[in-house]
């Protein structure tokens, strides 16, 4: 079982990870050039609403996403119900979100939110269809096709996006990504998966699985509101430049770090899943996964804040400049990021459903006290806060998902300390090279970034890190062959 869940892991990740790499890239480049045509302050529009979308989006699959992959036995009952259930979510959700439409405006003094809003709400509809194949493409862990769909539409929808933008559509050009990215997931999912629903219904099948899913539900709507309440705080108090800059700084930290983390994640809750019962497989396979990510997190996260102003000034021009202090105080955010969210995953698989709801709890009042402490200082006070919450949150949510399986929090950081060293060591050899005098910021980025990337590797291979040495071996026996 052991080397079968081991080969059919690495084959889904590869998968995984070729197409986020491939997204994160399309985004990556539709976004800088949107951020060359468009002004922060139409960014922040868009995140004046994105706690709303979230909120709604959150609430499509009742939970019952994790609930069907972490179910053993799943039924054709099972399936139909939920992707039926989906359907009339996605509507009722798009009604309410056109019904608040005009409060959300006047809530923000911006008129342009009204039809912005209701716009937006189409991609509850739209999305609702294609949920379930989502679902069961990840419980057959079959990314294969994820991908080939991901890269597809994160290709359509970027072009789209931009030739808006070009044309002089501002805001709606970002709206108009929005739709169509979900649009072309939802009808290639559609035309390459052969998963059709058939007319069954079973109200008993959803009680089933609401005791695990309604508080996974639960767990994620806290995690949608309290994670973007920082969006309506700053939208309320704050100017939409303001909160342009804020989204920006956010969104380019996490699309290289998240990404990688969402996606790991994204295939261990399966894993985790079907060896639910196997204490120390499970301990073993925690150690790996956690050590495997923090080795690429770390350093990405540490060398990103050392970057960052060349970076911004290159990519994104002088005009979001303002973005770099917050790219810089949120990369101390993601830094743990990972570890929180393995550990979270765990929770799942355990079917701990009501520890992982208790901890969110937790967390959201903690995020609640860092607002009203910290909001009359400013938004880099808020991320500092931010930052210390992390910690919190991490230790408490390691501390007791590590204690289900015999995998200490102090035995998760003698593990995890190697690497943050080694990380560490590498961001001040890039900060010592930003130092020096260089003819422009283009050449700045190059020199910084080369030298980064040789000595944490040179670090790695030297101290041989296990995580590094394992991934190094892999990749000499692939060239042997």
């Given amino acids: 079982m052991a080397n079968y869940l081991r080969t059919k892991t690495i084959r889904a990740l590869s998968w995984s990870f070729f197409g986020n790499i491939w997204g994160c890239g399309v985004r990556f480049v539709t976004g800088i050039v949107l951020a060359r045509l468009l002004f922060p302050e139409q960014y922040g529009l868009i995140g004046m609403l994105t706690i709303f979308i979230a909120v709604a989006q959150s609430s499509i699959d009742g939970g019952f996403y994790s609930a069907l992959i972490q179910k053993r036995e799943v039924t054709p009952a099972d399936i139909c119900s939920v992707f039926y259930f989906n359907i009339v979510i996605g509507v009722v959700a798009a009604g309410l979100l056109c019904l608040i439409a005009p409060w959300v405006a006047t809530f923000y003094k911006q008129p342009i939110l009204k039809p912005l809003m209701r716009v937006l709400s189409l991609t509850m509809v739209i999305g609702s269809f294609g949920n379930i194949h989502y679902i069961l493409l990840t419980k057959q862990m079959n990314f294969k096709l994820q991908t080939k769909v991901g890269m597809l539409a994160s290709v359509l929808s970027g072009i789209i996006g931009v030739a808006f933008a070009t044309a002089g559509f501002g805001v709606w050009s970002l709206a108009i990504q929005q739709i169509s990215s979900v649009f072309f997931n939802t009808v290639l999912i559609w035309f390459w998966n052969a998963w059709r629903p058939t007319w069954i219904f079973s109200l008993k099948s959803l009680r089933d699985m609401f005791g ?201 950081l003698r593990d995890l300390l190697p690497y943050l060293f080694m990380a560490v060591l590498m961001g001040l050899s890039v900060f010592a090279a930003g130092l020096v005098q260089f003819p422009n910021y283009w050449v700045m980025l190059l020199v910084q970034i080369t030298i980064g990337i040789v000595i944490y590797i040179s670090l790695c291979r030297l101290f041989r890190l296990s995580a590094f040495m394992e991934i190094w071996q892999e990749a000499r026996n692939k060239i042997s062959i």
């Fill in 212 to 412: 695990f899913g309604s508080r996974l539900l639960a767990s994620a709507l806290l995690i949608q509101i309290f994670g973007n309440i920082y969006l309506l705080v700053i939208g309320k108090l704050f100017s939409a430049t303001d909160l342009g800059l804020y989204t920006r700084a956010k969104n380019l930290e996490e699309l290289p770090s998240r990404f990688f983390s969402w996606n790991v994640g994204l295939v261990t809750f399966p894993v985790f899943s079907v060896v639910q019962h196997d204490l120390a497989l499970l301990k073993r396979g925690l150690k790996k996964v956690l050590t495997f990510l923090v080795l690429v997190n770390f350093p990405l996260v540490i060398g990103l804040a050392i970057i960052a102003r060349p970076l911004v000034l290159v990519l994104l021009t002088e005009k979001w400049a303002g973005c770099i202090p917050y790219l810089q105080l949120f990369c101390g955010v993601e830094l743990l990021f990972p570890v929180l969210l393995i550990n979270q995953n765990l929770l799942q698989a355990l079917g701990r459903s009501n520890l992982f709801l208790r901890l969110e709890f937790i967390n959201k009042g903690l995020l609640v006290i860092n607002i009203a402490i910290t909001w009359q200082w400013g938004i880099s006070a808020m991320i500092c806060g931010m930052i210390v919450l992390s910690i919190i949150s991490c230790y408490l949510t390691s501390y007791y998902s590590g204690g289900l399986i015999g995998y200490p929090i102090w035995e998760q």
